[in-house]
């Protein structure tokens, strides 16, 4: 049962361009959502986040969008950098909190020089 | 200064045997996660807890048993450690109370059961 779901294992996008992670849910009391960065051999960190009151928001080259009718959300990294090269996990977790975070299984963004 | 520290980082047992995981942080959160990130990369929950208590346990096998001597520390004991214990294991903490919460993760414990 995959509440959150990354359906693109992986991007490769060139250095400079935009890339453009997705991520889907199901559940409809997921009311924040947050997209971490993974570097090998770390743990996750943390990138960027929206609530479900608001449809964007923007920190420097990182953009996140959420469309709450589709149940989809994206982070949008402009411009590229080969730095930028991590697994990207989508997160959400629901307005009565309860301490729980759901993850998605993430997506593989490869920035080429 | 590592805000969330685990040990060890990686942990090599044979089947049958018990070890333990240990996770500290110095970020004055009250609340500390295990994850676990199975084959098909997912993170899982699998134990949070507040203040000392524990707030979720999700369907982990009893095998597996967290403790918190302090809200500074979780550590993960497993028992009996079988073959598909094998993953890597993720201590968290956040300071939200559970709403809205980002998380600050350990480096990870990779787990391997021969």
């Known amino acids: 049962d995959q509440q959150v779901k990354q359906n693109s294992p992986s991007l490769s996008v060139q250095e400079g361009r935009i890339s453009i992670l997705n991520c889907d849910y199901t559940?409809?009391?997921?009311?924040?959502f947050l997209w971490y960065k993974k570097y090998p051999a770390e743990g996750p960190t943390f990138l960027i986040s929206?609530?479900?009151?608001?449809d964007k928001n923007e920190d420097g080259r990182f953009t996140v969008f959420l469309n709450k009718s589709a149940k989809h959300l994206s982070l949008h990294i402009v411009p590229s950098q080969p730095g930028d090269s991590a697994v990207y996990f989508c997160?959400?977790?629901?307005?009565?909190?309860?301490?729980?975070?759901?993850f998605g299984a993430g997506t593989r963004l490869f920035v080429k020089a | 200064d590592t805000a969330v520290s685990q040990t060890p980082k990686y942990l090599v047992t044979q089947m049958g045997n018990d070890k333990s995981i240990k996770c500290e942080q110095n970020l004055g959160h009250d609340t500390m996660y295990w994850y676990k990130q199975d084959s098909k990369k997912f993170l899982k929950i699998m134990f949070s807890?507040?203040?000392?208590?524990?707030?979720i346990n999700e369907t982990v096998p009893n095998r597996f048993s967290p403790k918190s001597p302090d809200k500074a520390h979780l550590n993960l004991h497993i028992n009996s450690l079988e073959l598909g214990d094998s993953a890597v294991y993720f201590c968290a903490s956040s300071g939200e109370q559970g709403l809205n919460e980002k998380l600050f993760f350990g480096s990870g414990t990779q787990l391997s059961v021969l």
């Open positions: 807890y507040n203040n000392k208590e524990l707030i």
């Open positions: 929206i609530s479900s009151i608001k």
């Open positions: 997160a959400a977790s629901p307005y009565t909190g309860g301490f729980k975070t759901i």
């Open positions: 559940n409809s009391m997921f009311d924040y």
